[in-house]
């Protein structure tokens, strides 16, 4: 019965989507990173006013692309 159970959860995140949306995520989080260093540190904008830009607009971003790509 455990294995059967332990099956049904695995085959979940075989889905194509998952890896999909695990390797989207992953660069999306390296591009947020790069670009909060480039906005503060280089050109010197407010922690506030960049995080606001950057996590706001990679979140739309991520979910455009998610939608071009039929994943949701």
Excluded: C, E, P, Q
Aim: proline residues 0%; aromatic residues 22%.
């Amino acid at each position: 019965m455990l294995n059967g159970a332990k099956n049904k959860i695995l085959k979940h995140f075989w889905n194509k989507s998952f890896f999909h949306y695990t390797w989207i995520s992953g660069i999306y989080s390296i591009l947020n990173i790069f670009l909060l260093w480039i906005f503060i540190d280089v050109f010197g904008i407010s922690t506030i006013i960049s995080g606001v830009i950057i996590v706001g607009g990679a979140f739309i971003l991520r979910y455009s692309f998610f939608k071009w790509s039929k994943i949701v």
